[in-house]
């Protein structure tokens, strides 16, 4: 099992900027991913970043809602996956959560086999 722990959340004015942090800790795998969710209040999860960590390398993914305003980068060293949130709006106020799969369409699909706890991010307009 892989636990999962978010900071960097808070309070933000919209065009701000926020880093959220993620470190997995558990069993270790060769190959895995780890990505952000996050869930407005009466709507559903949604993708947000993930990315692919191997030894040679990994993959980024954004949704596109976020694309060209979000990056998602990994330290492998530190098992730890950041979101870079730039450029804020109202709109991206949400609960953010972390998420850990071996498999990362799997955790794209929104079914990873670890959700972190979730950290808060709002922005106001």
């Known amino acids: 099992q892989v636990q999962l722990v978010e900071s960097g959340g808070g309070l933000v004015q919209a065009g701000g900027s926020l880093r959220l942090s993620c470190a997995a800790s558990?069993?270790?795998?060769?190959?895995?991913?780890m990505g952000w969710f996050r869930q407005a209040p009466g709507k559903e999860r949604e993708f947000v970043a993930a990315?692919?960590?191997?030894?040679?390398?990994?993959?980024?993914y954004i949704a596109d809602s976020v694309k060209g305003r979000f990056t998602i980068s990994r330290d492998k060293d530190k098992n730890t996956v950041y979101l870079q949130m730039n450029s804020l709006k109202a709109e991206d106020t949400a609960v953010y959560y972390c998420?850990?799969?071996?498999?990362?369409?799997?955790?794209?699909?929104?079914?990873?086999?670890?959700w972190g706890p979730g950290t808060q991010v709002t922005v106001s307009s």
């Open positions: 998420a850990f799969d071996t498999i990362g369409a799997q955790l794209r699909a929104g079914r990873p086999d670890s």
């Open positions: 558990g069993r270790t795998f060769s190959r895995y991913a």
């Open positions: 990315i692919t960590i191997t030894w040679a390398g990994g993959n980024a």
